[in-house]
């Protein structure tokens, strides 16, 4: 099983899906993350199988991220300072 996300910042989002698919059986479910967030925060034995990009350790919006709603369809990945 794939699991793809937006982004993956302190895990907790993925952590808990995975651990709800092997509950429904499924044998093997890696991670693809269009972002991962570059600190070392994230729960212990998640991270992600496929990667996009790496982003800092800011807050990122566009590309399908939000910023309080607003900026999902932004052309580029931005962060704010
Ligand atoms: O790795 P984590 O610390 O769990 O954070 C990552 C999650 O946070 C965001 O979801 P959010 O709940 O903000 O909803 P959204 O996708 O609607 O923006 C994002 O889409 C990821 O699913
Ligand atoms: N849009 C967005 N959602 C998040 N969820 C956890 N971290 C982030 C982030 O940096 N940006």
Known sequence: ???ADDI?????TLHGI???CREQ???EVRIAALAV???DRC???VCADYIG???PDRYVFGYGMDYHEQGRN???IYALK
């Open 1 to 3: 099983m794939l699991l």
């Open 8 to 12: 993956l910042d302190e895990g907790h």
């Open 18 to 20: 995975r651990e709800w």
């Open 25 to 27: 059986g499924a044998v």
């Open 37 to 39: 967030k570059a600190h």
């Open 43 to 45: 729960v212990e034995g």
């Open 53 to 55: 990009v790496e982003v």
């Open 74 to 76: 932004l052309p580029a």
